[in-house]
């Protein structure tokens, strides 16, 4: 049990935290301050209380938890390293052979993943064409030998398909990966959604939007449409994507295009790994990438993501043609008794 002054001091590590957590534009629930009778045995008493409620609700949001302010709070003896200055290191070093590119700026915070970084590039030789270098470590669930992962990666550029945004330069080491590619001004398919700045900090852009409001019929369509054929066409040639969310697919126009492609390869944890992981029907990875794909769907749709998986009940929605979509994935019945191919998906209206 700590001690009083032990409290004391921790609420001015929770101060902190909140105050860091304040770019999300949340609410969140720290428990006020109090100068006069703080030592009380009561007030100490509720103030642990408070502060485990603080602490639930945060590690209940699914973006928060996994930022990067919320990880060395609660376990600092393993989040202590500063990943960008480690990431740009790496990438300098890597540069020191490739005089070909240049490093602009960090694009600081504008991803979710806590060990892949951002950073704003330039080729020499046409340095009016923004580039988006990223960086990341090998992740848990790297499957490839060191030898069949360098090559992988190395291919990606080769990798072209109307729905695929294309890498223009990857490659790998023993411990981590970083691809060049195209940047786009206009953002991805999420920052459409929230209406957000591409280069805005994910947890400003995402986590309270000011205006919820789902995307048109016909763009849905056209999105999901695209979307489905991409996945088709990886998993025909044995690559599952795994990581399929908004904010992995890049906008041109009217056209969608997948990005992140290396994430499996780097054997990284999906968006959605803590929601398909509680069933057992979710068990292969094609089903994984349609369970995702509903999650993707439902965001399209009503402008946010859902509060619960399986969904009990679905808001009224544009057409009941996606409303039966999203029940063939997210619906208690779907989750629990097994889902659509992408196969059977494309065959829907």
Known sequence: MENSWQIIRRYSDFDMLNNSLQISGLSLPLPPKKLIGNMDREFIAERQKGLQNYLSHITSNHILSGCETVKKFLDPSNYSANYTEVALQQVSMFFRSEPKFEVVEPLKDIGWRLRKRYFLMKCKSQPK???????????????????????????????????????????????????????????????????????????????????????????????????????????????????????????????????????????????????????????????????CFGHLLYEMTYGRPPDFIPVDQFPPAPSMSVVSVLESILSCEACKSGMPSVSQLLQMP
């Open 129 to 291: 064409e923004p580039l988006v270098l990223s960086w990341a470590d090998l992740g848990p669930d790297k499957y490839l030998q060191d030898k069949d992962f360098q090559c992988a990666i190395k291919l990606l550029p080769s990798w072209t398909h109307p729905y695929i945004h294309r890498a223009t330069f990857a490659t790998a080491s023993e411990s981590s990966a970083l691809v060049i590619r195209p940047f786009n001004e206009k953002g991805t398919l999420k920052d459409l959604i929230y209406k957000a700045k591409p280069k805005d900090p994910f947890l400003k852009k995402y986590c309270n939007p000011r205006k919820i409001q789902g995307l048109e019929l016909q763009q849905i369509k056209t999105f999901g449409r695209q979307i489905l054929e991409v996945l088709k066409f990886l998993h025909d040639r044995g690559f599952p994507y795994g990581h399929l969310h908004a904010s992995n697919v890049m906008l041109e126009g009217e056209t969608c295009r997948l990005m992140d492609l290396e994430n499996s390869l780097l054997g990284l944890p999906s968006f959605y790994r803590s929601y398909f992981t509680q069933f057992r029907k979710i068990n292969t990875l094609e089903s994984i990438d349609v369970h």
